[in-house]
């Protein structure tokens, strides 16, 4: 009989969250929902509650509170509010593994209380590891806790490390879409609003990774990740453009051979890995065939135009609290251009001013991390204002 993996998710009313319930959903003798959690969608954390009938549920927004028990305390299901609530929960004995799957800095404090308490962990919050990837990836290797990617391009590593653990990684290759503004110059990104760079040619997701894959710097947190996740120097990591978003990534190894990870574009392939793993369920999702894709092409990326991604490098480079600053900036103005604040353009000047401007910490601690997001965030509104 086969056991059953206890699931806590964090985020379960995102895009990432709702599709991951969707493959629960399709393998009832492999999943329980042990927890739910969300941050200000009450009526779908509750239709997804009763559904799923998870142990504890957590709403962020504490004014949401008393909506969400009243609907849910007849089911039997506890109901807590608050971010202190969400990092007690994803503690509890009950839970095999933790699906991050929160938006931004959000995630960190959490993903760390989890991993403490020895939970394996399914990331789909990249910022985890941009923000702090050095004190993540050494508690969880402390602790004995495995880190599952969920990002599709490194699910894709993993999936073609898996066998390869011994061998020597000489590098691996991330592939981008390009975005909804692949091949256009400055003077068009001049003038770009807010319902363009929502128009991802893709994928379908929530509005801060879909600008984020819009100005690249989605691709620059992802190199970032890539790092701490795979134990790789800077000079390892490449991106390539790559439109057709078929194949995901690839590693090369020392011999000169290359492994990629194909498929249709779908995050709840990734997702199902992860949560699986080692196993592959089965499914019916959509299969590639290669004759609908008869040319598969490959660019590079214009990072003089698309500065976010020579940003990322340039904090990876750096080290320290500077991915920190990075990320913190980045969430500061993507929030800023959808509310058609600041331009398209002018994302990328704030992030670069921030970096410039905040005080280096060459070998920072959890405090520090912490602070660095606090005071970036003020600078950041600062330079928008």
Known sequence: MIKKKSIAILGSTGSIGTQALEVIKS?????????????????LLIKQSLEFKPNVVVIGNEKLYDKVQNALSPHHIKVYSGEKSLTHVVQMDTIDLVLTALVGYAGLIPTIKAIESGKHIALANKETLVVAGELVTKLAEEKGVNIYPVDSEHSAIFQCL???????????????????????????????????????????????????????????????????????????????????????????FEDSSMKAQLGLPDMRVPIMYALSFPERLKSDFERFNFLDYPNLTFEQPDKETFRNLALAFKSLERAGNAACILNAANEVVVSAFLEEKISFLGMSDIIANCLDKLPFIKNPGLEDYISTDKETRIKALEFIR
Do not use: C, Y
């Open 27 to 43: 393998h009832p003798d492999h999943f329980i929902v042990e927890v739910l959690t969300a941050q200000n969608n009450a009526d």
């Open 162 to 252: 898996v066998g390869e653990f011994h061998n020597p990684i000489e590098k691996i290759i991330l592939t981008a879409s390009g975005g909804p503004f692949r091949g256009k110059d400055k003077q068009f990104l001049e003038t770009v609003t807010k319902a363009q760079a929502l128009k991802h040619p893709n994928w379908e997701m929530g509005a801060k990774i879909t600008i984020d894959s819009a100005s690249l710097m989605n691709k620059g947190l992802e190199v970032i990740e890539a790092k701490w996740l795979f134990n790789l120097r800077q000079d390892q990591i490449e991106v390539v453009v790559h439109p057709q978003s078929i194949i995901h990534s690839l590693v090369q």
